[in-house]
């Protein structure tokens, strides 16, 4: 929402308005990775500088080692291989991003706190309608939803859409499209908290995790992620617990919720000694059960339009939550400053935001899924412990080949061809 808000400001004939549910403009959540694709769009806001200010990450335009991966579901945990990048993943707090953002956004965006929409109004002219719960209304000429996987604005899209299908004798489809109104649980709930470095240190003097960029420690049906934040103060510190066959069902209870570490800490008391040093540290984490989008044909319907959780609220599995929403913000405010765009063509532009960015999301989405089943071992029946262990390295190593395959997109593509493809088609119609 912020950097959508921050993107559009570097025009001046777009009025922002921020409407938001909380009380303050605040983050909730820990850490958060921010590959070279979308690290391109920090650096042509201007923030980059600030927000080196707050990590301990260096920026580094060749290869780069990144997260160590290991087999941890055991006594001993083996080295499977270390993720090289082409270029840093940068790796930050959500409240260290999120305020760096706030001190760049003018005065002339508008925030409204304590706002949460309950519907929506549009007609073929006139401004759009907004219906808020504490009664109050607002208009605007181009709504844009950033309201997370329980999107009151994904639920008006998807609904103007079935109504059009069945008003066109479309019975089927109007029934397909109402399936991507709420959200489902992915089968999978994370564990989160923030580790003070040296409570780790005075527990494990030698953690890999205090010298090394990051590490992945993995196992059947779970798997832990652990990384330096906040100028290295922190631990950014996620357990996953994955129940595959439960994918795409509801999931009975709230979905965040603070627990105590005994919830998950004995599904991993047999792994090894670097995974139980990591639990002793942890106090009060909160348990989020990760619910995900089903994906949609389209992100817009009229002047509507949604980006980052609310269009494809995707699991975490590939790192790419963030920097997909940051990449929706900056298409997005693109194509609606663009000199052709005003407000009776305004649909243009979500238009040419949406065929640009609804198959890149999809895809990453995609990617996201198949990185979680291969972190949990989610091997079509495999049993690794049952290998023969030069077998089971040899397995291991193939398993490593596909995850790095997986990631490549985020360094071998660029952000710039999509920006020049929008111009482009923006450029025809005018």
Not at 381 to 409: C, F, H, I, T
Request: contains cysteine; charged residues 20%.
């Amino acid at each position: 929402m912020i950097t959508l808000a921050l993107a559009l400001s570097r025009y001046p004939d777009i009025d922002v308005d921020i409407y938001e549910s909380a009380r303050a403009l605040t983050e909730v959540g820990a850490g958060i990775g921010i590959f070279p694709r979308p690290w391109r769009i920090i650096k042509m806001l201007g923030i980059e500088a600030d927000l080196l200010k707050v990590t301990e990450t260096k920026v580094v335009d060749g290869p780069v080692s990144s997260f160590r991966y290991r087999k941890s579901d055991q006594r001993e945990g083996v080295d499977i291989f270390t993720l090289v990048t082409q270029g840093s993943l940068m790796l930050f707090h959500r409240a260290d991003y999120q305020q760096t953002v706030l001190q760049h956004l003018p005065k002339r965006c508008r925030a409204h706190c304590s706002k949460r929409l309950r519907s929506y109004t549009q007609h073929r002219s006139g401004p759009i309608e907004l219906l808020f719960e504490d009664g109050t209304m607002a208009q605007c000429d181009v709504l844009i939803g950033a309201d997370g996987v329980k999107s009151t604005v994904r639920a008006g899209i998807v609904r103007e859409k079935a109504q059009r299908a069945q008003a066109e004798g479309r019975r089927k489809e109007a029934s397909e499209v109402l399936t991507q109104v709420d959200p489902v649980w992915s089968g999978t709930n994370a564990y989160r908290a923030l580790i003070p470095v040296e409570k780790l240190r005075a527990v494990a003097p030698n953690h890999q995790v205090l010298t090394t960029p990051g590490v992945q420690y993995l196992g059947k049906n779970g798997y832990i992620l652990a990384y330096r934040i906040s100028g290295g103060k922190f631990v950014n510190f996620v357990t996953f617990v994955s129940r595959h066959h439960l994918e795409n069902t509801q999931f009975n209870g709230p979905w965040m919720s603070v627990v105590d570490p005994s919830t998950f800490a004995s599904f991993f008391a047999h792994w090894e000694p670097e995974v139980q040093a990591l639990f002793a540290c942890v106090e009060r984490p909160m348990q989020w059960a990760i619910h995900t989008v089903r994906p949609m044909r389209s992100f817009m319907s009229g002047r509507v339009a949604i980006i980052g959780d609310a269009a494809h609220s995707m699991t975490p599995h590939q790192g790419s939550g963030a920097g997909t929403a940051i990449e929706d913000a900056y298409i997005l405010a693109t194509a609606l400053g663009h000199p052709s765009i005003n407000r009776n063509n305004v649909q243009r532009a979500l238009g040419v935001y949406d065929t640009i960015r609804c198959p890149i999301s999809h895809k990453v989405m995609e990617a996201s899924r198949r990185n979680g089943r291969y972190f949990t071992f989610e091997l079509g029946g495999v049993d690794l412990d049952r290998m023969p262990p030069q077998k089971q390295r040899d397995y291991l190593q193939r398993l490593a080949s596909n995850v790095k395959r997986s990631w490549e997109w985020a360094w071998n593509t660029s952000v710039d061809s999509s920006v020049q493809e929008a111009l482009r088609m923006l450029n025809e119609r005018t």
